[in-house]
């Protein structure tokens, strides 16, 4: 295992622990919890590379982030987890 791998996969855990919190968050409507539940699921396969994960998860956390219900903290935490997801994107 190479040190790169070994911190995009700490960043990757970085990144489900934010969307475990999203998922946890009674204030967020269900709908974002079950797709922040799905991108967990989607950054957990193993048999996907990671640029193919980190795209999956960004196409459904962008239409997450567009529906108008979400409350201003849960839309906030879903741009920083995107965030996050873009820089180990474009680490790769």
């Known amino acids: ?8 996969s700490q960043q990757v855990a ?17 709908n974002i919890r079950k797709g922040a539940k799905e991108v967990h ?5 193993s048999n996907e590379s990671l640029d193919v994960r ?3 998860a960004l196409s459904v956390l962008d239409d997450l982030v567009n ?4 409350p201003i ?11 996050q997801l873009e820089s180990v994107g474009s680490e790769n």
């Open 1 to 8: 295992m190479f040190l790169g791998d070994n911190v995009t």
């Open 14 to 30: 970085q990144i489900c622990d934010a969307l475990k919190e999203l998922q946890d968050d009674v204030s967020v409507p269900r």
């Open 41 to 45: 699921a989607i950054l957990q396969r």
């Open 54 to 56: 980190v795209a999956s």
């Open 67 to 70: 529906d108008p219900n979400v």
């Open 73 to 83: 903290h849960g839309r906030t935490a879903i741009w920083n987890i995107m965030s």
